[in-house]
């Protein structure tokens, strides 16, 4: 059984950076290709990023382009959503998630392995 366990969510302002780091176990991370999605209040999930297991291939939503960085550390099991100048409406519950396919998650948002997710409010 995979555990994925996210952090490093919080309150910030509109304009300001948040960095999420989610730590996997319970199976060789170098196999899993990692995926973070968001789901907002009222709202449907939504993929955000993914990355695959050698960091070859990346995938962003068009509207975190260029602000969210996915990066992943596989000697400590780690993957990591760097986000700058964050907008009130990425108020979200963020989740990440795990899958030995990367087109599941980016085109279908399926995984086989969720977090239990971790909130972020961005205040204006």
């Known amino acids: 059984q995979v555990h994925l366990a996210e952090s490093g969510g919080g309150l910030v302002q509109a304009g300001e950076s948040l960095r999420l780091s989610c730590a996997v176990s319970?199976?060789?991370?170098?196999?899993?290709?990692m995926a973070w999605f968001r789901q907002a209040p009222g709202k449907e999930r939504e993929f955000v990023a993914a990355i695959s297991w050698r960091s070859d291939i990346t995938h962003y939503a068009e509207s975190v382009k260029g602000r969210f960085t996915v990066s992943r550390d596989n000697a400590k099991s780690t993957v990591v959503l760097q986000m700058n100048d964050l907008k009130t409406e990425e108020t979200a519950i963020y989740y990440c998630?795990?899958?030995?396919?990367?087109?599941?998650?980016?085109?279908?948002?399926?995984?086989?392995?969720w977090g239990q997710g971790t909130q972020v409010i961005v205040s204006s």
């Open positions: 319970g199976r060789p991370f170098n196999s899993l290709n």
């Open positions: 998630a795990a899958d030995h396919l990367l087109r599941p998650m980016r085109d279908d948002g399926r995984a086989d392995y």
